[in-house]
C-alpha cells in the first residue's frame, strides 16, 4: 500500500485548503487524515468510516470535514478557517489498520 497527501500550502489564519490522498492496492474504508505538528506526535484528526460515518477530533470540528469520492480511491480533507494550531504535516492512513505512511503535505497557517 503506497499512500500520498497532496495539497497543502501556506495560508493565512482563516484561510481554506483542500487536501487529496491517493493510494494504490487499497480501497478507501476506513480512513483518516493525521496531523504532526512542529515538534509534536502525529494525531489522527478526522476519520470517515465504511458506513459513512465520521468522526473528528474537538479542535477541528465544524471546520474540516472528510470525504472520499464515490470509488473510495481518493480521500479529501477540506479544512475552513484555518487558525496557526493546524500548522503541520497532513497524512492519511487507514483509521483503524494503519498502512505504511507515505508522502505528507505541510499545512502552514501564519497569523
Known amino acids: 500500500v503506497q499512500l500520498q497527501a497532496s495539497g497543502g500550502g501556506l495560508v493565512q489564519t482563516g484561510g481554506s485548503l483542500r487536501l487529496s490522498c491517493a493510494g494504490s492496492r487499497i480501497t478507501f474504508n476506513d480512513m483518516g487524515w493525521y496531523r504532526q505538528p512542529p515538534g509534536k506526535q502525529r494525531e489522527l484528526v478526522a476519520s470517515v468510516f465504511s458506513n459513512g460515518n465520521t468522526d473528528y477530533v474537538d479542535s477541528v470540528k465544524g471546520r474540516f470535514t472528510i470525504t472520499r469520492n464515490n470509488a473510495r480511491t481518493m480521500l479529501y480533507l477540506q479544512m475552513n478557517s484555518l487558525q496557526p494550531e493546524d500548522t503541520g504535516v497532513y497524512y492519511c492512513?487507514?483509521?483503524?489498520?494503519?498502512?505504511?505512511w507515505g508522502q505528507g503535505t505541510q499545512v502552514t497557517v501564519s497569523s
Open positions: 492512513n487507514g483509521a483503524k489498520t494503519i498502512y505504511n
